[in-house]
């Protein structure tokens, strides 16, 4: 068996496994950009779909960001349907409506995310695959490492998050390309512009460290976003055990999670509850209830939270804080209060 046979079977494999709990006659979708990684995935996928019995169909979104990008959308679109995808859905996105100030990525990011939720709602579709590999794992990690963020940030991209799942992430970038031919494969412009960070990142720190430090570097850091996550999930569980016993909000009654903001205007916070606790699950409240308000994930920092914080641990009266997202932050008495405004901070 060639090395193309055996990454194939493994792609096969990660697809299976990642849809161990998927029913005959479920439809899953895969995001295809139409580049090299979420092709073969596709490909991978309408294989196992073939074999295990669900139905696997296709979302493919436009950003509407270059010259042209129609026509790729076209192209990634007949690629899928060659591999025996349906349905082959097709979308095209407003990335400035997501605009938060966290960069063109992120707001490209978040739009297509959106519309694959929405795609699997309209469709029924109990997953949508996303074709993130070891490669982009560790990519995340250096990238948020730069950030000065915490356990739950450094623990990457979840193999499965809702509706999303990645397969890949146990996979490498070169065995999971290795298998789709390079002449189907679209190159996105956006991955040589140096204007991203995540650019300069893939092109020169990960092949510096690896010189410097060995070809293991990208498997250590992928294992090291799989052991924080494993701490970050104990210390989430912890978090929301405090959350219900001290927040209050108004306008929404669902259950939180951080993933996803809220239409409460309004989120307080009981002080006495939060004072004494460890730094840890302290700061986690903070920075949910001000997401469960709007602020974006993404943009709040851990300057940010050490502010909120201060509301807590070094009180003497200061004024409101505001926040990414137009997210004023004030303390009164004995709570803390985080509501929507008009007003936002970088």
């Known amino acids: 068996m060639t090395f193309v046979d055996d990454t194939r079977l493994a792609v096969r494999r990660a697809v299976r496994e990642a849809l161990v709990d998927i029913e005959p006659g479920d439809l899953v979708l895969v995001a295809c950009s139409g580049g090299a990684d979420s092709l073969a995935l596709a490909r991978a996928t309408a294989e196992v779909a073939g074999q295990d019995g669900f139905r696997a169909g296709a979302i493919i979104v436009d950003h509407g960001l270059q010259t042209g990008s129609d026509f790729v959308v076209a192209q990634a679109a007949e690629h899928c349907r060659e591999f025996g995808l349906d349905p082959v859905e097709v979308t095209r996105v407003d990335v400035n409506a997501f605009a938060t100030g966290a960069g063109l990525e992120a707001a490209a990011r978040d739009a297509r995310h959106a519309a694959f939720i929405a795609c ?23 990238l948020r490492l730069s950030r000065g963020s915490g356990a739950r940030s450094l623990s990457g991209m979840a193999p499965r998050s809702g509706l999303l799942r990645r397969p890949l992430l146990e996979l490498s970038r070169d065995e999971v390309r290795s298998t789709i031919d390079p002449k189907t494969v679209w190159e996105d412009p956006h991955n040589a512009d140096d204007e991203f960070l995540r650019v300069r990142v893939r092109r020169d720190v990960l092949p510096a460290m690896t010189r410097a430090l060995g070809d293991a570097v990208v498997l250590g850091l992928a294992r090291t976003a799989e052991s924080l996550r494993a701490d970050a999930d104990a210390l989430d569980e912890w978090t929301d055990s405090i959350w219900s016993s001290c927040a209050s909000a108004k306008g929404d009654d669902s259950e939180d999670t951080e993933s996803e903001a809220h239409d409460a205007a309004e989120v307080e916070l009981a002080v006495d509850v939060l004072t004494d606790l460890p730094t840890a699950i302290r700061t986690r409240i ?33 004024g409101p804080l505001f926040l990414p997202g137009g997210i004023t932050v004030a303390r ?15």
């Not at 699997?120 to 250096?142: G, N």
């Not at 949910?288 to 009266?317: C, E, I, K, N, Y």
């Not at 009164?332 to 970088?346: E, L, M, P, V, Y």
Request: net charge positive; aromatic share 6%; hydrophobic share 40%.
């Open 286 to 318: 903070l920075r949910r209830a001000a997401v469960f308000v709007g602020s974006p994930p993404g943009s709040l920092t851990r300057s940010h939270v050490l502010a909120m914080d201060a509301f807590l641990q070094r009180w003497h009266g200061q």
């Open 332 to 346: 009164k008495g004995g709570r803390i209060g985080f509501r929507r405004t008009d007003r936002a901070s970088n």
């Open 120 to 142: 699997a709602t309209q469709t029924s579709a109990v997953a949508v695959l996303l074709a993130h590999t070891r490669d982009d794992q560790a990519e995340t990690v250096l």
